[in-house]
């Protein structure tokens, strides 16, 4: 891993200069992992210090799953593989995770492939622990242990406040509907085994990130796509007061009726804020591009719909809350005004009704996608993404090798830090 490499930093770091008017400093770019590495992920440990991890590629072309826990200077130097991960598959859509109970036990979890008769897309969900921060780690086990659930994708997990992590996950087993997936939600206790599995919806986009967070009231807030009317496929928000016993009817956060026949493969970006439920989500209904908007009331009214970015490329969004009600919205999108044509990574900075102008913060001799943020304090932030560079046919490095995609394509992961 390099993070210092102040040659290689001069010549990808380049930030429009305009953001200097809204964002205090945008420090240099610093590269995490260029091993085929992407899927970067942002959390904290049990006391509060950054987490990223990340798929790389290990010594057998095997991909693998891995972590690092920031120093404090917000660098990242030493590097955790997980054992028994060498059959993950990367998706920056269905991301890898790595979350802490109140105990400093480590959980991660990641998605294989499981191609069968019914689906040849189907996934599990394969997760691990650690009780000795990641000296040693469980043998692996799949987050349902029903001999029906063939296909488990898309999930998102986050801390209860009975100390249990919570999962939401996308599945092929259903009650009433088989149309799309049906969403599962379950606990993994202190014995480490997921309990109390059950349906919570039907119908949802198969394809789609979902996304389980909890409130300082303890609310269970949960925001997928669903499928509408058979081919409508829009966000939805529900959520449950009960500690997971019940939840509440899903409520559109805005009537995009998206008619698409297929998943669009970008679910939705959610923030807490004091008073607030934020949103952020990608849509070609009503619109396009990538919206904002919030909710005050658990879903029986929205605020007026923003839109970030009209880019019909616009996705990939994530969200975040900074000082005085500031928030920190961040996607990836085709950038039309460069050759080649790359997708690039995009920041803006909303208070209020207000937002700055848009900033493209990656390289734009790269395609850059699947940013990940996560706030280190109320002026700070760090942002992450997928970097891929391409080499040509005719580049003398690969003269005396067979041109595989591995030999023409290459991905990295970059990190920096953006104050306000």
Not at 1 to 10: H, L
Not at 34 to 56: L, Q
Not at 180 to 203: C, P
Not at 205 to 226: A, L, P, Q, V
Request: with cysteine; proline share 4%; charged share 25%.
């Amino acid at each position: 891993m390099s993070c210092s490499d102040k040659n290689e930093n001069s010549k990808i770091n380049e930030v429009n200069k305009k953001a200097d008017s809204v964002f205090s400093n945008i420090f240099e770019d610093f590269i995490l992992d260029s091993n085929n590495a992407s899927c970067p992920y942002f959390t904290k440990d049990n006391k509060g210090n950054i987490v990223i991890s990340w798929i790389t590629k290990n010594e057998n072309s095997e991909f693998e799953f891995c972590y690092s826990v920031a120093d404090q200077k917000n660098s990242f130097n030493k590097t955790v593989k997980i054992p028994g991960s060498n059959k993950i598959k990367p998706n920056g859509e269905n991301l890898p995770r790595v979350i802490y109970n109140s105990k400093g036990d480590i959980i991660a979890l990641w998605g294989v492939a499981n191609p069968n008769p019914k689906n040849q897309y189907s996934g599990l969900i394969y997760y691990s622990v650690s009780n000795d921060n990641g000296i040693n780690w469980a043998d692996p086990q799949k987050i349902s242990q029903d001999s029906l659930s063939i296909d488990q994708r898309y999930f998102s997990v986050t801390n209860l406040p009975n100390g249990n992590i919570g999962a939401i996950w996308l599945d092929n087993r259903f009650i009433s509907s088989e149309n799309g997936s049906s969403l599962f939600f379950a606990e993994l206790d202190y014995s480490y085994k997921f309990v109390n599995e059950k349906i919570i919806a039907e119908t949802v986009c198969e394809c789609c990130r979902t996304n389980i967070s909890i409130d300082e009231e303890g609310i269970y807030n949960i925001t997928f796509r669903d499928i509408l009317q058979d081919s409508l496929r829009d966000i939805v928000y529900m959520y449950s007061s009960d500690s997971g016993k019940t939840f509440s009817t899903p409520e559109r956060i805005r009537k995009d009726n998206w008619a698409i026949n297929g998943c669009p493969h970008t679910g939705p970006g959610v923030s807490l804020s004091k008073n607030n439920i934020n949103f952020v989500w990608h849509t070609m209904g009503n619109g396009k591009g990538v919206f904002y908007t919030s909710t005050k009331n658990f879903g029986k009214t929205f605020s007026e719909a923003i839109n970030i970015s009209n880019n019909p490329s616009a996705k990939h969004q994530q969200i975040i809350n900074l000082k005085n009600e500031s928030e920190i919205i961040i996607w990836d999108e085709t950038d039309v005004n460069i050759n080649p044509k790359n997708e690039r990574i995009c920041l803006i900075s909303k208070n209020g009704n207000n937002l700055s102008e848009k900033f493209f913060v990656s390289n734009p001799n790269f395609s850059s996608t699947f940013p990940a943020l996560i706030k280190i304090d109320d002026s700070n932030f760090l942002i992450a993404f997928t970097q891929t560079e391409k080499t040509k046919k005719d580049d003398k490095s690969h003269s005396n090798h067979s041109h595989s995609e591995s030999d023409l394509v290459r991905s990295k992961i970059i990190y920096k830090k953006i104050s306000l």
